[in-house]
Each structure stands twice: as C-alpha cells, then as structure tokens.
C-alpha cells in the first residue's frame, strides 16, 4: 500500500555538523508534508512543514526540501546541538484521503559530543 | 491552555478492564485527531474529529474503540474490554485548520493491558 518511509534508522552526528534525514514517499498525491521531532517520553513535537507547491522551507536551523520528482523529502538540521538528539518522523497528508497524516517508522538522531 | 493536554499519563489496565482516556485540544482547535503508537513505531492514525462531527474513523482497529467530543473541545477515546494488543502509547493532536495542518501532539497516554 502507500506509505511513507525513511532510510536511515539511526544518524549518528557530530555535535556542530549538519544534520540531513531523509523521507521517501510513495504517493504522487501526497500535496502536504510535516516533520515532527519525538523525545523519550513525550509526543511528537511539530517543526515544520512544506506544501507540495513548494520546494524548500526553511525555518530556525531547520529547512525541509520537497523533490517530487523522486518523491523524497529531507529535514536538515544546521550546526546539531545535543538537544536535537531525538526520533524524527516525517508525515504526509494526501487532501483525497481526508486529514489524517500518515507517518513514517522514524529515524533516530544521536548527536555525539 | 498553552498546548494539548492528555490524561491520564500512565493508565495500567487489567485485561478486559474499560478505559477512558482523555484530550484538552488547544482552545479554539477545530480539529482534534486520535493515533495510536506501538514502540518504536510512528503513530498510526485512529480517528478525526471536526468540532464535535466525527469524520473519519477509519483507524479504530475494533468496535472496542470508541470515540467522542460532544461539545467540539475535549475529546475521549474509551476502550472497552482491553486486550493486550491495546498496550501502546495514546496521542492527541489538535489543529485549528483541517486536514491537519500544523497539528500540534499532547504528550499522550501509555496504557499497559496486564
């Protein structure tokens, strides 16, 4: 069936390099896209989403880029600070199948001191 | 309130014992949405509520499931005759558009089915 997904289940990241995780979408309808960051213990907490008329978003330390062609989507993550350690997961909503997002299986950022 | 709040926290249920778990969404939230996330898995969609209209419940996995806002803000998932296959984290998010848009996560109920 259509799902998201991702490639990576766990990035380990030097603490002040760049962080990139990646989402792969199999539904060309998809149209709305969130990343959402998850720590132990507590629900996702959202960090920025990006519309499918957009190719790139960026927010504070954090851009989100859309490739439809390929139907990828990233999250980077600029200058990884110890408190970025967490599960990122990457969600879409495809507006024909009503306001549920479907999310991926996460991957796991460990930032290395 | 400034966010989502969920309670309980930490339910621990006897197997085919009923449960109710409770969501205040963001005042002014029209929609409020219920997933369910098993560990180490991304959150699995329920339910969607607009206002107090229960638009989709696709998700629910039996007729044990059973959700509610009668008044368009707080919500409630009940469960009855928990199963041990229930255990999972709960999650409300609620979003003042549809669709979901920027939904913003309560910090969710873990229920444990013993």
């Known amino acids: 069936g259509e799902s998201v997904g991702l490639h990576l289940p766990t990035l380990s990241v030097q603490e002040g390099d760049n962080s990139i995780i990646n989402c792969a979408y199999s539904n060309s309808a998809s149209d709305y896209f969130i990343w959402y960051k998850q720590e132990s213990g507590k629900g996702p907490q959202f960090i920025i989403d990006?519309?499918?008329?957009?190719d790139k978003r960026q927010g504070q330390r954090v851009t989100v880029l859309l490739n439809k062609t390929v139907k990828h989507l990233s999250l980077q993550i600029a200058a990884t600070q110890p408190g970025d350690s967490a599960v990122y997961f990457c969600?879409?909503?495809?507006?024909?199948?009503?306001?549920?997002?479907?999310f991926g299986g996460g991957t796991r950022v460990l930032v290395k001191p | 309130g400034a966010g989502v709040s969920q309670s309980p926290r930490y339910k621990v249920a006897k197997r085919g014992q009923d449960v109710a778990l409770r969501c205040d969404p963001i005042s002014g939230h029209v929609s409020l949405f219920w997933y369910q996330q098993a560990l180490g898995q991304g959150p699995e969609f329920l339910t969607y509520f607009q206002n107090e209209a229960q638009l989709d419940k696709s998700g629910l996995p039996s007729d044990r499931f059973f959700a509610e806002r009668p008044e368009g803000s707080v919500s409630t998932l009940k469960i009855q005759r928990t199963q041990q296959e229930d255990s999972a984290v709960y999650l409300c998010a609620s979003s003042s558009r549809d669709r979901g848009f920027k939904a913003f996560f309560g910090q969710g109920t873990r229920l444990t089915v013993v």
């Open positions: 990006i519309r499918s008329n957009m």
């Open positions: 969600a879409e909503n495809i507006k024909a199948a009503g306001n549920k997002l479907t």
